[in-house]
């Protein structure tokens, strides 16, 4: 049986404003043993930045991360999804999108949780299975 994103996602997820720099997002990524930081502007979602975006669009290019903003290598085209979408919602636009995880924003896109392959794979009928293991286990930083 499918159930609410609002079941399932993580609150209050981290945020950081369009001109925060890279530096920034990979503390909290590290200290909050996370892969992701959503991006806004005026409050409202716009992109977001993942550990790998740092790599790939930052350091392997040279770029100083104490300097460059968010806004120079987040992901501004963005799938998300409500707090009301059924899981199996989510499920089928993580599969179309070839993503691991959507943002959860309220009527106005501002960011108010995150919903991950992790999440959905604890949810109820899920079963037992490694990804169910992998995702219950404290980060390995």
Request: aromatic share 2%.
């Amino acid at each position: 049986m499918s159930r609410k994103v609002s079941d399932v996602m993580t609150a209050g997820p981290q945020v950081l404003p369009l001109d925060a720099t890279l530096y920034e997002a990979a503390r909290i990524m590290r200290d909050e043993g996370i892969g992701d930081v959503l991006v806004t502007y005026a409050g409202r979602l716009c992109g977001v930045v993942t550990d790998r975006d740092i790599v790939v669009r930052a350091v392997a290019e040279s770029r100083d991360t104490s300097l460059t903003p968010l806004g120079d290598v987040c992901t501004a085209d963005l799938t998300t999804v409500a707090p009301d979408d059924d899981t199996d919602t989510v499920a089928r636009l993580m599969e179309e999108q070839a993503v691991r995880r959507l943002p959860v924003v309220d009527g106005r896109y501002r960011p108010i949780g995150i919903v991950s392959l992790g999440d959905l794979a604890l949810t109820e009928g899920a079963g037992p299975g490694p990804l169910a293991e992998i995702s219950k286990a404290p980060p390995n930083n």
